[in-house]
């Protein structure tokens, strides 16, 4: 385990052991929705990404294509949408006792920079792969171009709820 601080919560995490989880991790969670949003989504990441993301992402030993987690949300301006998503990782946060009791969709979330948002916590019953290992979930918000040549959707479909 390594101890950092990333996005104001001082966390341990375990790279090697995180990536040898990933080795064996389903293709990532917007393969189970084909919604606009996902298939733009699909063109986008990895590589796209905000590089202030992408360095956090390698740091913790996260496969960045296969993310637990992803939904479109919304268009966020001309020609970009928002997305929210978890990638899992294992680590534990010493400060979490300390941290006000939360569920999944309703944290703090702190700025990464490159239009992300990020907030970290303990994934107390993580899903797949992870069952089972002390695993964190790192949450996110980001502002994404909107590359396919067809109109987005204004209200996210139900089945993309990751
Ligand atoms: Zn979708």
Redesign the pocket.
């Known amino acids: 385990m390594i101890s950092t601080k990333v996005a104001e919560r001082r966390i341990n995490h375990d790279v090697g052991r995180t990536g040898r989880i990933y080795k064996m991790a389903p293709k990532g969670s ?1 393969w189970a ?1 084909r ?1 606009s ?2 298939r733009n989504f699909d063109q986008i990441r990895p590589n796209g990404y905000p590089i202030e993301f992408k360095l956090l992402l390698k740091s913790l030993g996260i496969n960045p294509k296969k993310e637990a987690h992803l939904k ?1 949300i919304v268009p966020a301006g001309e020609g970009e949408a928002l997305y929210a998503g978890t990638y899992g990782f294992i680590g534990e946060m010493p400060e979490a006792k300390e941290l006000p009791p939360v569920i999944a969709g309703q944290d703090v979330f702190e700025p990464l920079g490159g239009r992300v948002w990020v907030s970290i916590r303990p994934w107390r019953e993580p899903p797949g792969v992870w069952y089972g290992k002390p695993t964190l979930r790192l949450e996110f918000l980001m502002v994404l171009p909107w590359l396919l040549d067809e109109e987005q959707l204004e209200v ?2 139900m ?2 709820a990751g």
């Open positions: 917007s929705c919604c949003g996902c479109y996210r479909e089945r993309c």
